[in-house]
T-cell receptor, first 115, second 115 residues
Framework: GNSVTQMEGPVTLSEEAFLTINCTYT??????LFWYVQYPGEGLQLLLK?????DKGSNKGFEATYRKETTSFHLEKGSVQVSDSAVYFCALTPFSSGSARQLTFGSGTQLTVLP | DAGVIQSPRHEVTEMGQEVTLRCKPI?????LFWYRQTMMRGLELLIYFNNNVPIDDSGMPEDRFSAKMPNASFSTLKIQPSEPRDSAVYFC?????????????FGPGTRLTVL
């Protein structure tokens, strides 16, 4: 079946530090890959996505590249801010030509950025 | 545009009582998902609907849980009778037709506490 493995948290960084959160997946075919972010007390929000190999998703200074050869989708940001403190979830949907597809989530990584 | 709306935001009830959680998806979206989030188990998909029809309810934990979607703009998740282990945050999400059908938009969640 499909699965997503994220690096364990929590991760604590100082402001302006470089961030990497590792994510690897197991899936058949060509899944779509996502990073969602959950701020305290809120629902999940889509941060970025990539739908095919070598695609790079980017948003708000965050980037992730779909690497099929290593089945990875690592999240990076060059300079984090205090406002980036949140829980980050890696997720995938399987390839399908049909309608709605289920998201399979990783366990989430708590990020805390200190001023 | 309004996002996914969930009510109530917080619910505290006693064991054995019936609980009903409500969700209004984004207008025009044709797929709806119910998730449960706990510290121990992370995010779990309970059930999802496509065009108001339940597609996969394999994540519903047991017969005490039921979900309905009587029309395109409303869904309920009911727990009867509730138990303390049902305490969690319950999220509803919706996704549109077409090219963005793999992107889900989450509501703010309902925090359920069963005493």
């Amino acid at each position: 079946g499909n699965s997503v493995t994220q690096m364990e948290g929590p991760v604590t960084l100082s402001e302006e530090a470089f961030l990497t959160i590792n994510c690897t997946y197991t899936a058949t075919g060509y899944p779509s890959l996502f990073w969602y972010v959950q701020y305290p007390g809120e629902g999940l929000q889509l941060l970025l996505k990539a739908t095919k190999a070598d695609d790079k998703g980017s948003n708000k200074g965050f980037e992730a590249t779909y690497r099929k050869e290593t089945t990875s989708f690592h999240l990076e940001k060059g300079s984090v801010q205090v406002s980036d403190s949140a829980v980050y979830f890696c997720a995938l949907t399987p390839f399908s030509s049909g309608s709605a597809r289920q998201l399979t989530f990783g366990s989430g990584t708590q990020l805390t950025v200190l001023p | 545009d309004a996002g996914v709306i969930q009510s109530p935001r917080h619910e505290v009830t006693e064991m054995g009582q019936e609980v009903t959680l409500r969700c209004k998806p984004i207008s025009g979206h044709n797929s709806l998902f119910w998730y449960r989030q706990t510290m121990m188990r992370g995010l779990e998909l309970l059930i999802y609907f496509n065009n108001n029809v339940p597609i996969d309810d394999s994540g519903m934990p047991e017969d005490r849980f039921s979900a309905k979607m009587p029309n395109a703009s409303f869904s309920t998740l009911k727990i009867q009778p509730s138990e303390p282990r049902d305490s969690a945050v319950y999220f509803c999400a919706s996704s549109p037709r077409g090219q963005s059908q793999d992107t889900q938009y989450f509501g703010p969640g309902t925090r359920l506490t069963v005493l």
